[in-house]
């Protein structure tokens, strides 16, 4: 089993800029993809970035530019930075884990963005 504890939520003003963390610990499979999602409300979720332990990093295209996903590895953390952010960045970030072992969901952590 895998646990993912994240943190670095909160209320910022448009503009502002925040940085979740993400830490894995557990059975963790040395080769692994981690990334972020995000659910605003009335929304489906949706993919906000990846990287995977190779140190691969992918971007949904309306996030590249303002948010920056980096890793890790030796503290099996994963970060992403946000910049410029915008009331419709609003959301649950949720860090995921996907790996041959199975596929693993942090808690969520809240992200408030105010005009």
């Known amino acids: 089993q895998v646990q993912l504890m994240e943190s670095g939520g909160g209320l910022v003003q448009a503009g502002g800029s925040l940085r979740l963390s993400c830490t894995a610990s557990?059975?963790?499979?040395?080769?692994?993809?981690m990334g972020w999602l995000r659910q605003a409300p009335g929304k489906q979720r949706e993919l906000v970035a990846t990287?995977?332990?190779?140190?691969?990093?992918s971007y949904v295209d309306s996030m590249k530019g303002r948010f920056t996903i980096s890793r890790d590895s030796a503290k099996n953390t994963v970060y992403l930075q946000m910049n410029s952010l915008k009331p419709e960045d609003t959301a649950v970030y949720y860090c995921?884990?996907?790996?041959?072992?199975?596929?693993?969901w942090g808690q969520g952590t809240q992200v408030t963005v105010s005009s």
């Open positions: 995921k884990m996907w790996s041959g072992r199975g596929d693993y």
């Open positions: 557990g059975s963790i499979s040395s080769v692994n993809t």
């Open positions: 990287a995977t332990s190779g140190g691969t990093t």
